[in-house]
Antibody, heavy 121, light 107 residues
């Protein structure tokens, strides 16, 4: 089965660091860009950035550049999203998603189940 | 940067037709994509490249484009279609942008 499976919910305190994961299976992981999307409580979707597992080429949204780090370990088909100094406004659900492999494709054709992050101050 | 504008909410009765719009000047030159997010679930791709139905999506879902506005149409709405719908677009090098989302209520 083609799927993205994300790590479980996290409860952290402000100032702590965190790395969440997204593991792909059922397809050639290194051939597809993986993106991260934030959804704050009761709000819409926000594109954070994408990474290409084949060469770790990474693109960030200007809104998230410098705030998070997106990385990948293609040997274990896993992408990561990490913070070094969590704050309460980082409380949200974070989705990883696979970018479609079509020339000039700018959309996600497969989504993970989401990771809920709660940061207390 | 730009914004994709969607109506906050649309309400229809079962069996009726729901139309959700998404507007921005860039849509005259860029494709739009639509995602469905049912309550408590992850988003699912519904329409890509303005009008192409994604794999496994029922035929009652269709997309269209006219100038700077794209429209997601759901013909013969079913109770399970209730949820939030997001349009999304991107150019070759810029950030991907999502619309604010439209809550579809099936009365």
């Amino acid at each position: 089965e083609v799927q993205l499976v994300q790590s479980g919910a996290e409860v952290k305190k402000a100032g702590e660091s965190l790395k969440i994961s997204c593991k792909g299976s059922g397809y050639k992981f290194s051939d597809y860009w993986i993106g991260w999307v934030r959804q704050m409580p009761g709000k819409g979707l926000e594109w954070m950035g994408t990474i290409y597992p084949g060469d770790s080429d990474t693109r960030y949204s200007p809104s998230f550049q410098g705030q998070v780090i997106i990385s990948v370990d293609k040997s274990i088909n896993t992408a990561y999203l990490q913070w070094s100094n969590l704050q309460a406004p980082d409380t949200a659900k974070y989705y990883c998603a696979r970018r479609a492999m079509v020339v000039e494709a700018h959309y996600f054709d497969l989504w993970g189940q989401g990771t809920l992050l709660t940061v207390s101050s | 940067s730009y914004e994709l504008t969607q109506p906050p909410s649309v309400s229809v009765s079962p069996g009726q037709t729901a139309r959700i719009t998404c507007s921005a000047d860039v849509l005259a030159n860029q494709y739009a994509y639509w995602y469905q997010q049912r309550p408590g679930q992850a988003p699912v791709l519904v329409i890509y490249e303005d009008r192409q139905r994604a794999s496994g999506i029922p035929e009652r879902f269709s997309g269209s484009s006219s100038g700077t506005t794209v429209t997601l149409t759901i013909s013969g709405v079913q109770p399970e279609d209730e949820g939030d719908y997001y349009c999304q677009s991107a150019d070759r090098s810029g950030p991907w942008v999502f619309g604010g989302g439209t809550k579809l209520t099936v009365l």
